[in-house]
């Protein structure tokens, strides 16, 4: 049986979305096939579930190390298609497979991002919507495959109602011009207040665009009311989360949004936006909301109305829970990837 060795720029833990699905596509197909990691720009190597990663702390070790990997009988799966490019460097040549996400395959590809993909053997999308989106660039592919994501563990982490004042919580990166929606937040926040006198805004993330979302808040007639938190360590995401009573992320950019099914795991109703393929994964009216991010109306509306009626927030939990044991447990992601790469894999 040929190796199997998956390449990334990340495998540990807090390194954003990429490197946590290269984590978790490690962890589950080691439990099927002789597997090892590469991580590019890490240091120090370690181990996921038992399986090696070496990490390289450069670009030109990581492409010696899979040279090395490539001279023996082996297959490859890259976590996207930038690091992808490296295939075409390895002699001899290996049959690979590569995941597509989102927004790096969406409109206009990168040419040497398009070649890698173009070579693989298999594609892997993260959604349907990923995949309709990128048609004018996955359509001109050898083999598209669906794979939703999910996470990396099999137990649900619902919990009893947060202490503490009500708060809507959004999870991610701060990117300028806030394509996830910090700054619609923001915006509306006076209005959501006006509704719910103690409701807090809880914006935790790093990135570019935290020091103008700052300054916004400042501005806000309801800054006493909004948290721009910054960066939380791994080791405070749970007390993060306790905080929260309702998660919302308004985004334009999101290819699937594991930050969803994190939120679905501990019982808390979502609202998500029709613009990208959050409305994939969360179901409006099941597990919370899908909402138009240009509408704040039916957005203020729809925070307000979780807010005020715990009952209804459960009920969106409880649901958001069993959907995320079916769909998005590692269980059912393992299912599924081992699924989609079945004939690669043998």
């Known amino acids: 049986m040929s190796k199997l060795h998956l390449a990334a720029q990340f495998l540990r833990p807090g390194n ?3 490197a946590e699905v290269a984590r978790v596509s490690l962890k589950a197909l080691a439990r099927h ?10 240091r120090g190597d370690f181990d996921i579930e038992g399986a090696p990663v070496r990490a390289y ?12 990997a490539s001279l023996a009988r082996s297959r490859f799966l890259y976590d996207f298609a930038g690091t992808a490019r490296s295939a075409s460097l390895l002699w001899p040549r290996r049959p690979y497979a590569v995941w597509a996400h989102g927004i790096e395959v969406w409109d206009e590809v990168r ?17 349907a919507y990923t995949q309709a989106r990128a048609e004018p660039t996955l359509g001109r592919l050898q083999d598209v495959r669906l794979c939703r994501l999910g996470a990396y563990v099999d137990e649900a982490a619902p919990r009893p109602p947060a202490e503490g004042p009500p708060t809507v919580l959004l999870l991610g990166r701060v990117e300028p011009g806030w394509p996830k929606g910090q700054g619609v937040l923001v915006s509306l926040w006076p209005r959501v207040l006006a509704a719910v006198p103690d409701a807090r805004l809880l914006l935790v993330g790093k990135g570019p665009g935290l020091a103008p979302l700052r300054e916004l808040a400042r501005q806000s007639s309801a800054a006493a009311n909004i948290d721009v938190a910054g960066f939380a360590p791994e ?15 308004p985004s334009l950019t ?5 930050v969803f099914i994190e939120a679905m795991r501990r019982g808390l109703p979502v609202i998500a936006s029709s613009a990208d393929a959050g409305q994939e994964v969360n179901i409006d009216g099941a597990t ?15 925070i307000v109305a979780l807010l005020r009626d715990r009952d209804l927030a459960a009920k969106f939990g ?7 044991k079916a769909e998005f447990s590692f269980s059912a992601f393992e299912r599924r990837l081992v699924g989609a790469l079945g004939d690669f894999l043998a």
């Open 16 to 18: 954003g979305g990429i």
């Open 33 to 42: 096939v002789p597997t090892q990691g590469h991580a590019c720009l890490e």
């Open 57 to 68: 702390g450069s670009r030109g070790r990581f492409l010696l190390g899979l040279e090395r």
């Open 111 to 127: 040419a040497d991002r398009a070649q890698a993909l173009a070579r693989a053997e298999i594609v892997l999308v993260n959604s």
């Open 235 to 249: 080791a405070e995401i749970e007390a993060v989360w306790a905080r929260a009573s309702v998660f919302v992320m």
């Open 254 to 258: 999101e290819g699937f949004g594991l």
């Open 288 to 302: 919370g909301y899908t909402i138009a991010r240009d509408n704040e109306t039916r957005l203020v509306d729809a």
């Open 318 to 324: 409880r649901a958001g829970v069993e959907r995320w």
